[in-house]
């Protein structure tokens, strides 16, 4: 009896084991059962290209369940937030925005099984196809070979040969390890795979173009790293031009949100002992020299602050320049120091009569 028992219990321990690490399956067609994907896409369906900032919907496995990212600001948009919503339609994770959100630090290594559902990025109309971006593909595929590579505004055609019973769009894919290489330029590594096919002996020629502009930001250079490819790819996308017709009071607008982005991060953190506080210049004022002061904490992201702050006040002395804005000329004196206040900031000003 003792032993029935044991056993009862040990396969009681193995179904409830089974069903922990169970992947929760949302839906063979999400984007059409899933309310808040199919009205994400139709909404984007219904804008008129011109005026759209883009979607793309990725599906992953996540802490044992299938979840959707949704970013629906892809083509060089500023402050986008990003989003992940489980099954029930609920946002589990968000990242970006205008603070830097990032609920799920380890959300870049633990989620699995990437697979683009839906894209609309830039590009993308102009080339055959997109490099799929998954490290599982990347390290569980074979490297076909590639004949020549070379790179066609933001495509890159691939020359290679294939069976003649194959598609030469298809059934080949070109895949992105995901991982980007710190270096001057950055670079990445890809493969290329054909799909096995045993069925006529045939050869082909054939090209295929994929689209890698989102491989790298406007204006940035990344070196291409193609497996079994002697030769690496050098590829700069073009600036965007997405603000080269705005008006003065748009580009105005930008440049509130770059601000907004910088006090935001300056006032992430509690003012309670001054003494781990610093402060930077930040802006441009028409006449020359900074528009004003900020203080930081020294336990936020230093470089990443000051390189913010460095492009905002870059951009402030572009848009002063580009349109004839005036200001006075008088020389802003920085701080003579820092105080706490209430849980804030105060940079401290004062004159030697002041020190008196």
Not at 49 to 58: A, H, M, Q, T, Y
Not at 157 to 163: A, R
Not at 181 to 203: D, G, H
Request: with cysteine.
């Amino acid at each position: 009896m003792k032993n029935v028992i044991k056993i009862a219990v040990f396969l009681l321990v193995l179904v409830s084991c089974e069903k922990v690490f169970e992947i929760q399956k949302c839906s063979d067609n999400p984007l059409e059962e899933i309310s808040v994907l199919k009205q994400l896409v139709a909404n984007e369906e219904a804008q008129d290209p011109g005026e759209s900032n883009g979607l793309e919907i990725i599906q992953y496995t996540y802490q044992n369940q299938i979840v959707y990212l949704v970013n629906d600001c892809i083509n060089n948009c500023a402050d986008a937030l990003t989003v992940v919503y489980d099954c029930d339609e609920n946002i589990i994770c968000e990242f970006g925005g205008i603070v830097g959100l990032n609920t799920c630090p380890d959300f870049e290594t633990e989620a699995t099984n990437s697979k683009v559902l839906f894209s609309t990025r830039s590009g993308g109309d102009k080339c055959d196809k997109k490099v799929i971006v998954s490290k599982e593909l990347f390290d569980n595929s074979k490297t076909d070979v590639i004949e020549n590579a070379v790179i066609n505004g933001d495509c890159l055609d691939i020359t290679f040969s294939l069976l003649s019973t194959q598609d030469r769009i298809d059934d080949v894919d070109l895949i992105d390890s995901g991982a980007i290489l710190e270096s001057f330029p950055i670079q990445r590594n890809l493969k290329f795979t054909i799909k096995e096919n045993f069925t006529k002996p045939t050869v082909v020629k054939a090209t295929t173009s994929f689209d890698i502009s989102f491989l790298v930001n406007p204006g940035e250079t990344v070196i291409l790293n193609l497996e079994n490819f002697e030769t690496p790819i050098r590829y700069t996308r073009g600036e965007a031009c997405s603000s080269c017709e705005l008006t003065q009071e748009e580009e105005l607008e930008i440049l509130k949100k770059m601000f907004a982005e910088i006090e935001a991060l300056a006032e992430s953190v509690v003012c309670e002992n001054a003494e781990e506080w610093e402060y930077t210049p930040v802006g441009s004022k028409a006449c020359g020299g900074p528009a004003g002061f900020i203080a930081y904490s020294t336990k936020i992201d230093v470089a990443s602050f000051l390189e913010k702050v460095k492009s905002y006040t870059k951009s402030e002395d572009d848009f002063n320049k580009k349109w004839g804005i005036v200001s006075t000329c008088d020389i802003l004196l920085p701080p003579n120091g820092i105080a706490c206040d209430e849980g804030k900031a105060i940079l401290l000003f004062y004159t030697t009569f002041d020190k008196q």
